[in-house]
């Protein structure tokens, strides 16, 4: 394409937070979801942030806006205002007359998929703006160079290639990137041998544990001295207080417990033994990630600062 680079993702760097950042174009402080999961403080009770009533800012663009994903979960946030949306989970029958069954969300072949669905949606619903979300799971489980990896790269950009030719402008991006993970530290059996009370909220935590078994590179802890106590573990790279990842993250500080906690580069946390060995996200070592434009952005928005993945949309419709 004319125009790639590399990119910033949101931190934490886990799917809800920087597709919602994507499709939305803002940032967390703006839309308000934080994470795949939170501390529901009405409930008090662990709970999946999908719901669209949870973000303050959803997608919302003028005209016909559609939503694609593989993933149904991303339904709420980011079809909630759309003209129409679909999802390969539960597709609807138009769809699976058109392109075929859906393939099982674990696997390839689903993401491949959704971007056949696109390349129908374009001719028989004419959206003005459509936003497709594949899934990570080949990446989750294979490196990069590993041949099932470069297979799949290559069939999405043999599908990419196709939509291209389709339409006036095209943009990709990713929500994080991934990173092989070699140690587990568990922050809340951490806090049990100190003596210390406090509440883990893994940020990965969605439904589809078999991308990443729920382990993942950040947590939100509630309670003070938790966080305190966290501080000083091997494996903990970052503690940011609400306050401070509100103004050097563009997080919400009134939905972040007491504090985040980022892994360092080939740390998972979760419950377990110390070792484990799978591809995962989350942490602050996750966040750069593709940016690429059938055609070169303005040089004022390219002058306006390091490049986001949230920038994609304003960019590709040439908005300020």
Not at 136 to 152: K, L, Q, S, T
Not at 218 to 245: C, F, K, M, N, S
């Amino acid at each position: 394409m004319p125009f790639r680079t590399l990119a910033r993702a949101q931190i934490p760097t886990v799917t809800n937070v920087n597709m919602l950042s994507v499709a939305a174009a803002c940032r967390p402080s703006e839309h308000g979801v934080t994470g795949n999961s939170w501390l529901d403080p009405r409930t008090g009770t662990l709970a999946y942030m999908e719901d669209a009533e949870l973000a303050w800012r959803r997608p919302s663009w003028e005209g016909r806006f559609a939503v694609l994903t593989v993933k149904a979960k991303l339904l709420g946030l980011l079809g909630a205002h759309a003209w129409r949306s679909a999802a390969a989970e539960c597709p609807p029958q138009d769809l699976v007359e058109a392109v075929g069954p859906a393939p099982p969300v674990y696997s390839a072949e689903s993401s491949l998929w959704v971007l056949e669905a696109a390349l129908h949606v374009l001719e028989a619903w004419r959206p003005d703006l459509l936003f497709v979300a594949t899934t990570d799971f080949v990446f989750h489980m294979h490196d990069p160079a590993a041949p099932e990896a470069r297979h799949f790269v290559e069939a999405l950009d043999e599908a990419i290639g196709r939509l291209s030719r389709l339409i006036a402008r095209l943009g990709v991006t990713a929500d994080h990137g991934m990173g092989a993970k070699t140690r587990r530290v568990d922050l809340e059996a951490a806090l049990a041998r100190a003596g210390v009370e406090g509440r883990v909220v893994p940020v990965i935590r969605d439904r589809y544990t078999r991308h990443h078994e729920n382990l993942g590179g950040a947590a939100y802890v509630h309670g003070w001295e938790a966080l305190e106590a966290i501080r000083g573990l091997h494996g903990v790279d970052q503690v940011w207080t609400p306050a401070d990842a509100a103004f050097g993250l563009d997080l919400p500080e009134d939905r972040l417990g007491d504090g985040l906690v980022l892994a360092q580069p080939h740390v998972v946390f979760g419950a377990g033994g110390p070792s484990v060995a799978l591809r995962s996200h989350g942490s602050a070592h996750e966040a750069e990630v593709p940016f690429f434009l059938s055609a070169p952005p303005a040089e004022t928005a390219r002058a306006a600062g390091p490049v986001a993945n949230r920038d994609l949309i304003p960019w590709l419709l040439g908005l300020p």
